[in-house]
């Protein structure tokens, strides 16, 4: 008897339905990871979110910032996340380890990546050094560089990288023009212009933050994200046009997050951000993903061995 009603059951499941997302629909938030704690860097999804701009296209977004313990690539290869913001040279690794993702939108434009030295020399004639680095390590153009010129450089992994700089502890730290170069210059140990090497500025130009979706879920919520990345573009046009409204939105995110920060901090970060979406070449804000830079980036880290093979753009493109 319980044969057959199993039977029965089971015959009524094949029978019904399939759920939404099954069918290709897929229900419920469109789950955006940012990649590191709130702050100005993510300004734009912010003001998206609060400007009802995601709400206009139709959608319902969940901004959520990863986990000290979790990754946004993590959180990509958990298939936990609808879509990531991640820098280029990321991306490249991801889908270099089998992830094939998708660009639905480009914000950055160049490079923030720097090296500062303590002694106010040249970073990259420090003899043999000690780096303060990344809690994942040296980045991975900084990386292709120092192995390029053959430099003696250890990296120091610290999820406080800034704080064993200014400890005395290293020789020079890795540091984001947006961020811990303007943490830097606060603690008063940037003497010298000549100690901070920006690396866009010596021919490593690399632009960074984009968004990006595995292919199968972009392939299956193609129209959400779609809308998602013209309302964030909206958020971001909206923020150069009112940066102090922008500011205030930032600050009550990172209020609502807890952030250890200031304002004043904050504020450089949303005005240097802002600076890194505009072209080096056209000097627009044209959000794309160039191919010359994708080229780049991954021939250098192939052969840094960052990579296994060389990665073009139009495997990054829809």
Not at 142 to 168: H, M, Q, R, W
Not at 195 to 206: P, T, V
Not at 301 to 307: D, P, Q
Request: hydrophobic share 40%.
């Amino acid at each position: 008897m319980k044969r057959i009603v199993a039977l029965i059951l089971f015959a009524a499941f094949l029978a019904s339905p399939l759920p939404a997302q099954t069918q290709g629909r897929k229900t419920g938030p469109f789950v955006v990871s940012l990649q590191w704690s709130a702050q100005a860097q993510f300004a734009g999804y912010y003001v998206a979110q609060e400007k009802g701009f995601y709400q206009d296209e139709g959608i319902e977004v969940l901004l959520r910032h990863p986990y000290v313990t979790a990754s946004t690539g993590e959180q990509a290869l958990a298939d936990s996340v609808d879509a990531m913001v991640l820098p280029l040279v990321e991306a490249l690794e991801l889908v270099d380890k089998g992830m094939p993702l998708v660009n639905i939108l480009q914000t950055s434009m160049n490079s923030g990546v720097m090296l500062i030295s303590r002694y106010g020399n040249d970073p990259m004639q420090l003899g043999r050094a000690k780096i303060a680095t990344w809690r994942a390590g040296f980045s991975q153009i900084p990386y292709c560089v120092v192995k390029e010129k053959g430099l003696d450089y250890e990296g120091v992994p610290s999820a406080t990288n800034v704080n064993i700089f200014v400890a005395g502890a290293v020789d020079a730290c890795l540091a984001m023009s947006y961020n811990e170069y303007y943490q830097i210059l606060q603690a008063g140990l940037l003497r010298d212009p000549k100690a901070a090497y920006r690396f866009s500025e010596h021919g490593y130009n690399i632009q960074e933050d984009g968004i990006y979706m595995t292919r199968r879920r972009w392939g299956k919520d193609r129209d959400r994200a779609e809308r998602f990345a013209r309302a964030s573009r909206k958020g971001w046009e909206w923020a150069v046009a009112h940066p102090k409204e922008t500011l205030e939105i930032v600050m009550q995110y990172i209020q609502a997050n807890r952030i250890a920060t200031n304002r004043t901090l904050q504020r450089l970060m949303l005005e240097e951000t802002l600076r890194l979406q505009l072209d080096p070449d056209s000097g627009e804000r044209e959000f794309r993903l160039r191919p010359d830079m994708v080229r780049q980036a991954s021939g250098m880290m192939h052969k840094a061995g960052l990579l296994g093979r060389e990665i073009g753009y139009e495997e990054l493109v829809p």
